[in-house]
T-cell receptor, first 111, second 114 residues
Framework: QKEVEQDPGPLSVPEGAIVSLNCTYS??????FMWYRQYSRKGPELLMY????GNKEDGRFTAQVDKSSKYISLFIRDSQPSDSATYLC???????????FGSGTRLSIRP | GAGVSQSPRYKVAKRGQDVALRCDPI?????LFWYQQALGQGPEFLTY????????KSGLPSDRFFAERPEGSVSTLKIQRTQQEDSAVYLC????????????FGSGTRLTVV
């Protein structure tokens, strides 16, 4: 079983919808949680990060971490066709430098 | 440029050939990471440098893989005697310190072994 599990999708929603992306993890030592967006043939781009549990909002994006359930979410409000990409969750603990990624969810926003 | 630069962008190698992939991190970034991304998968950690010191190479899949960063800036990932299973995108990332809050990735080198 992988340390970080993520539904690969693909997920297709109409423009303007609210999108919910999720990951579960098994390592209770993870403290830093990130979401990356990756367009085709590009490197991952950091979207959101949170430390420990709680919510963080940045424009149309909200990241949530529930450490008790080992579950993290990314919500995208008022989704746009330009949001179409692969979304990767990522996390690490405080002692290691390497980030562990999920397998990514491919998202498509229909105009 | 201001970003992480990787070269070449694409590389086709015959099985058994040696390849070298280059990464130019953002100027002043102390930490440098190499990841391997297979098609349809998330990036998998290969190795980590802090300045010129290779602090973690636990993700290198075999002794055919070797990475260096001799002057603490540019890094090279070398793969000897390439095999078909080495086909993937190799991503380089850098950060100011230990990457607590994520790093900046380059666009990667797509390696195809034929």
């Amino acid at each position: 079983q992988k340390e970080v599990e993520q539904d690969p999708g693909p997920l297709s929603v109409p423009e303007g919808a609210i999108v919910s992306l999720n990951c579960t993890y098994s390592n209770s030592a993870f403290q830093y949680f990130m979401w990356y967006r990756q367009y085709s043939r590009k490197g991952p781009e950091l979207l959101m990060y949170t430390y420990s549990s709680g919510n963080k909002e940045d424009g149309r994006f909200t990241a949530q971490v529930d450490k008790s359930s080992k579950y993290i979410s990314l919500f995208i409000r008022d989704s746009q066709p330009s949001d179409s990409a692969t979304y990767l969750c990522a996390m690490r603990d405080s002692s290691a430098s390497k980030i562990i990624f999920g397998s990514g969810t491919r998202l498509s926003i229909r105009p | 440029g201001a970003g992480v630069s990787q070269s070449p962008r694409y590389k086709v190698a015959k099985r058994g050939q040696d390849v070298a992939l280059r990464c130019d991190p953002i100027s002043g970034h102390v930490s440098l990471f190499w990841y391997q991304q297979a098609l349809g998968q998330g990036p998998e950690f290969l190795t980590y440098f802090q300045n010129e010191a290779q602090l973690d190479k636990s993700g290198l899949p075999s002794d055919r893989f070797f990475a260096e960063r001799p002057e603490g800036s540019v890094s090279t990932l070398k793969i000897q005697r390439t095999q078909q299973e080495d086909s993937a995108v190799y991503l380089c990332a850098s950060s100011l310190e230990d990457g607590n809050y994520g790093y900046t990735f380059g666009s990667g080198t797509r390696l195809t072994v034929v």
